[in-house]
Structure formats: C-alpha cells, structure tokens
C-alpha cells in the first residue's frame, strides 16, 4: 500500500454496472471514501489506470460469460491480495445465469440471426473460476457490507459480512410472515439477508435477489411451495431468478423447462 | 496526415458498458463502434419466465436507468395482458421516471462528461478544485434517489412495482419530507444549467430528425405518440412497422432506423427539440437566459449536455407540482392477465426505449423484443464521429481523439443496455 492508501481496481464483467454505480456514489461517504483509498483502475471512474495492478482489493461485478474474462480474472488473482465479487451477478451468477436452464444456442438463437460470431459460454458467479477473499452481496450490492468491508480494510480487521436469512431481518422489521399468514412464495427463508427485509416490508414476498444463503435449505421451501399448490415451473422459476448455478438452490430448480411449448 | 492514419480507442473510459472506437482518417473516413460489452440474451431468457416476473428481470439490464426498463416492460406486459391500472399507479410511475431521469443526467453530467471539459481522467481528481459543484451533485443526486427509493423501496432495481401497480405506497408524511428536499435543490438544479453552459462545449453542427415520444401539453415521458421534428407521427403500437433492426458484424448492439426515413436522434436534445413548449415556465425562462438558441431544433449533438440540464431543472418543478398537489392512498392491485401481445415505449434518460412482449394463457413469455435508446442512436452516432473527423482532420491528434471521446459521451451512450 502506498502512502497507507489501499490500491483497488474495480473489473466489470456481464451486467448491468449497477453495483460499480452504487460504489461510485456510496451515498454519504462517497467523500471521505475516495480520500481514503486509492481507485487505481476502475473504467467507469476514470480514463487510464493501471490495469496490470498489483492491487490490494479487486472488487468484481458482473457474472463470468465469456472466455476472456476468465483469463483476466485469473490475471487480477495472481496479483491481488483480496479478490472480492460484489452484487448477486459475481457472487451467485445472478440474473444472467438464467439462459443456463436452456442449452446456449437455444437462448442466443433468440437474439441474433448469426450466432456465428458469439463467444458466449455458461454464466457462472466468479468463485467458479478463482478462489475469492468473500462477498459483498446484494442486487445491487448491499450499502452495509460495503461499509463493513470498506471500514475494516482500513482498519486492518477482518469483515464480518451478513450471514443469515432474510427471515432474520423481517423478525426485526416485525413484519407479519407473507409466507406463513398470507402463503405467498416467499424466498425469505433461503436468500441471503441485508436488504432489509425490503421486500416484505412492501407487501410484496421476497424474490430472493441477494442469492442463497449458505446452508439454505432449499428442498424444503421447494416443498412448501408444492403444498401452496404451485406448479413445478412456478417453483422453479423462483429458485432459477437469481443463483442459478447455485448449489444451494439447486434442490428448488426442477429441470423440466416445457413450458414454451403451447 | 500520413497514410493509415488512425485513431483507436480500445476502451471508451467513463460511459455505462465496454466498447472501443476505431477511426481510419485515410480518404473518407471509416469508422466502427466496436460495441464488446458481453451480451446477456435477455430477450433468450425471458422465454418461458412469468409476466409478473419480467419487471424484476429487466431492471437489472441498466444500473442507471432501471426504472426505464422496467416501467417500460411493465407497461407492455400490461398492454399484452390487458391488465388496467389506475390513474394513481400513472402518477407514481412518472414520478419515479422523473427521478430516475434527473438522477441519470446528474450522474452523467457531473462524472461522466464533466472530467472531459476540464482535463481530468474522472471525478476522483476533481474534488478539490470543484468542491461546490460536486458538493452539489451529491445533494440532488441524495434527494432523487430518495424518490425513487421512497416510490420503488430502494432506487436501484426498485421492488414494489409489478403489473397492476404498486404493492405499497409511502405514507403522506413521507412525500411532505421529500417536497422540501426537492424545494431545497431548487437553486441547485438551476446552478446546474450554468455549470454546463461553463463546459463551453464544441460547435459542431450535424443536422438529423429528432424522435421522441409527445403527448399534447405535457413535458411527459412515459406515453404519447413516436414523433419527430419533421413529420413523423406514429402510434407506439406501429412500432414494428416503421422501426428497422440489424446485426453488424463488429458489435453486439444492433442498429436501427426507421423504414424509408433519414437518421434519427433520441435523447434529452431530441425532447427538448419536440417538446420545448410543453416545458414548465421556470425551465423556459431559464433557457431563454442561460442558453439562448437551443429552443428550435438543436443540430449540436454536444448540447445534449444542456438539454439535459435543463431537464434536471424540469423534472425537479415537475415532482414538485405533484408532490404540491397530491395525496396518494393505499390501494389493491388487481392483475388478471389475458393471453397476447403488445408493446409499450417510453422515454428513458437516454431516449425512446421500446419493449414488446407476447403472452400465453399461462401467463408465461413466449417472445420478447427490447430495443433501447443507444441502439436507435448508434448509427447516428458513428455519422456525427465520420462528420466531425472529416471536419476537424488537421487537428492534433490526441485533441481529435478527445473529442471523439467527448462526442460520444455527449450522447451519455449505455452499452450495456444497447447489447443487454
């Protein structure tokens, strides 16, 4: 670290940009925030920059669905002290891992007349490709855990990110369970918290978009569903939105993708 | 200039996405925006997805203009399904368009084009000698995302907008909170104006049609009819009929245009150039003090900028006025969706955005068509970088390349949602 500023290069890979936009403006610290560290590249920011690194932190958005970006991704590894994904689509594969329920010609015939030139492979969340340091998650990413790992960067100490249920947070909000009392799908139970328990909180159930949560006991929920009258497309629908090609929710993705055909 | 004279830019720094820009200065320029942002194949994957779920999904095309995608997507899935909304839900979704547009061109002006005018690589740099001008982005850009998030649940990909409405509505108190705060970035949003007109921006001159949705006597963005500065006036839902869209070989955006028409421009300047006199008087009276000539319509793409600004100024006394004279209640959304198709436009920060949709009787998408502002603009875009670099050849040539760079930042392209 030179002059004590940490160095951190901010890559963006297939998405919407939104979380680069949510560090950008990190609201009320934005400030004080771009005097502590020093953004050495970040192509969003700022013209330049040095690509090759070395750096401190490599903050990652966006999900792998391209060949080049994983050889990139494992360039920035070999010089990166911490590698951290931020927002659903790194950390879980978000919403562009939906095409994976459907084989890639099938999607990308959809869109272009000639495929010929599309480079495109499975999308897949960045720890599929390299070991990372943890996750700031969120969709866009979560204004806390940024906080919590921007604070403890410069503080030397390891971050202590969010790691429960968003049932957790809606006990705090004493919303009524949409789940239980009104038997709306809820994704609460198995998505990871930080949001808030936004969602509920604005009668509406929570659709899972901070990705799954560790040990998340999807088989379960899925059932619940089921008992809730829902079809097997419907659940699976919930469980592919964000995370995919998730571990976690692979027990709620049943595979039986015929619902196009009339 | 010697033979195979050439400017490549192979990452445009400080716009929404990744593209590259290659210029040959040899004879008649050749010129190529080579857009590589990844696509995503969202019109693949929302095959087979659910018509309450598409509004989620889309959103997540664009981190700056969220709110467009998914009011636009709702709107079509609406106009598919046959599904009503009430007069309240119309008022709500203009407001956060409203605020999500303002936000959009705060962000724009202030960290993507104005590092541009005054040397800098980007914002970082220019805190120190701009303390007041950023000082005031970061109050309006704190005050509209309050609007939207206190509408939508958060700002970025809100969560209580679905088809039929809204799932809850903030509470009056709420409103009055922000109602002052948009009273207190009034002077802000005028400062605005003039810290632009300070960029003393290029002089170029490249004449087009200019599109944009209209509606009689209202500065509105999210209804009306396609329409241009010369002539043109269509339903949306001829859409189809008139719009053109192809493949190129070095990008992953289409390209676009309207069957038996020149080239077009959408965006800011394009609105302002159909709308100005639908603009509330204190944006007008602003205009004709501050920028004097950019009432008719305006062929200096680089006045984008301006238009802009003084779109800050508007979208900021229009939430007022409604905020002003409003009070919004509870209210059940009641969506029981038909099969069929349909399409809706709107006008995002960037300009028309067009989403179509076709519905079965499961209520699940069996076809999508998104068409955004940067793909109606792309071939304009390269038109107006071959017309500058025919014109200004002799310059130096990293000043040359600066104003490519400037040029296309001017029309505050999003890659990202081009190829999505």
Same mark, same amino acid.
């Given at each position: 670290?030179?002059?004590?500023k940490? &160095? ?30 020093e ?17 401190? @932190? ?27 994904p ?10 562009p891992?939906?095409?994976?329920n ?14 010929? &030139? ?7 969340? @960045? ?19 940024l906080?919590?790992?921007?604070t403890?960067?410069?503080l030397g ?39 808030? %328990?936004?969602?509920?909180s ?10 799954p ?27 592919t939105?964000?995370g ?19 | ?17 990744e ?24 019109e693949g ?6 018509? +309450? ?20 997507a ?29 936000a ?12 541009d ?16 001008e950023?000082?005031?982005?970061i ?11 206190l509408?939508?649940?958060?700002p ?21 909170g ?27 001159f ?15 963005? +999210?209804e009306?009819r ?5 002539g ?7 859409y ?9 070989p ?17 965006? %800011? ?11 509330a ?10 920028c ?15 238009a ?12 007022i ?9 509870e ?8 099969p ?18 076709r ?41 040359l ?7 296309v &930042? ?11």
């Amino acid at each position: 670290m030179s002059d004590g500023k940490p &160095r951190i290069g901010v890559f963006k890979y297939s998405c919407c940009a939104g979380c680069e936009f949510q560090l950008i403006f990190f609201q009320k610290h934005v400030l004080e925030t771009l005097g502590k560290v020093e953004i050495v590249f970040c192509r969003m920011l700022q013209s330049g920059g040095v690509e090759e690194g070395p750096f401190d @932190v490599a903050l990652i958005e966006g999900t792998i669905t391209e060949q080049w970006q994983i050889e990139q991704l494992r360039k920035i590894r070999s010089v990166t002290t911490y590698v951290i994904p931020i927002g659903s689509c790194a950390v879980c594969g978000g919403v562009p891992a939906i095409k994976n329920n459907e084989q890639e010609y099938t999607i990308q015939s959809r869109v272009y007349e000639d495929t010929s &030139r599309l480079t495109s492979i499975r999308a897949h969340s @960045v720890d599929q490709y390299v070991p990372v340091d943890g996750y700031i998650k969120g969709c866009p990413m979560g204004e806390r855990d940024l906080a919590e790992f921007v604070t403890s960067l410069l503080l030397g100490k390891r971050p202590e990110f969010i790691q429960y249920p968003v049932c957790v947070e809606c006990k705090l909000q004493h919303n009524i369970c949409v789940l239980v009392a009104y038997h709306w799908p809820c994704m609460g139970p198995v998505t990871n918290a930080g949001c808030g %328990a936004l969602c509920p909180s604005h009668d509406r159930e929570c659709y899972g978009c901070w990705g799954p949560m560790k040990n998340a006991h999807a088989r379960a929920l899925a059932n619940r569903f089921a008992k809730m009258g829902l079809s097997e497309e419907d659940i699976c629908r919930r469980f592919t939105e964000f995370g995919e090609p998730t571990v976690e929710w692979k027990p709620g993705q049943v595979r039986r993708w015929d619902v196009v055909q009339k | 200039m010697g033979r195979g004279a050439k400017i490549e830019i192979d990452y445009l720094a400080r716009v929404e996405g990744e593209t590259a820009l290659t210029v040959e200065l040899d004879g008649a320029p050749l010129l190529q925006l080579k857009i590589f942002e990844p696509p995503r194949f969202f019109e693949g994957f929302l095959v087979g997805r659910k018509y +309450n779920e598409v509004g989620d999904i889309v959103s997540r095309i664009c981190g700056i203009c969220p709110i467009s995608h998914m009011t636009t997507a709702i709107l079509a899935v609406e106009k598919a399904t046959g599904i009503q909304v009430s007069e309240q839900t119309t008022v709500l979704r203009h407001l956060l368009a409203v605020s999500q547009i303002v936000a959009s061109h705060l962000v724009h002006l202030y960290t993507l084009a104005m590092p541009d005018y005054y040397g800098y690589p980007g914002i970082t740099g220019m805190l120190e000698r701009f303390p007041d001008e950023m000082a005031r982005f970061i109050r309006m850009k704190n005050v509209m995302n309050h609007l939207s998030g206190l509408i939508g649940g958060r700002p970025l990909h809100p969560v209580t907008h679905l088809p039929g409405g809204f799932t809850s509505i903030p509470h009056p108190d709420e409103f009055g909170g922000v109602l002052e705060e948009l009273r207190s970035i009034r002077a802000d949003a005028e400062q605005a104006v003039r810290d632009v007109v300070d960029f003393q921006l290029p002089e170029f001159f490249a004449p087009c049609e200019n599109v944009a949705l209209n509606t009689e006597n209202r500065y509105s963005f +999210n209804e009306g009819r396609i329409v241009s500065d010369r002539g043109l006036d269509i339903s949306v839902d001829d859409y189809d009929a008139h719009f053109k869209e192809w493949e190129v070989p070095y990008a992953f955006a289409k390209q676009s245009a309207i069957a038996g028409r020149n080239i077009f421009r959408v965006g %800011a300047l394009a609105r302002l150039s159909n709308k100005f006199d639908e603009l509330a008087d204190r944006t007008k009276s602003l205009a004709h003090e501050v920028c004097a000539g950019l009432r008719e319509p305006n062929h200096n793409p680089f006045n984008n900028n301006l238009a802009q600004s003084l779109e800050i100024v508007e979208g900021i006394e229009q939430c007022i006025g409604i905020l002003e004279s409003r009070v919004f209640e509870e209210e059940e959304i009641d969506a029981s969706p038909e099969p069929g198709a349909g399409g809706a436009a709107t006008e995002a920060p960037r300009g028309l955005l067009y989403h179509w949709y076709r519905i079965n009787r499961k209520g699940v998408v069996e076809q999508a068509k998104i068409v955004t502002p940067t793909a109606h603009n792309f071939l304009v875009i390269e038109r107006d970088l071959k017309e500058l670099v025919s014109e200004r050849r002799d310059l130096d040539r990293g000043k040359l390349r600066l104003l490519c760079e400037q040029l296309v &930042r001017a029309y505050d392209p999003c890659f990202s949602c081009s190829v999505h």
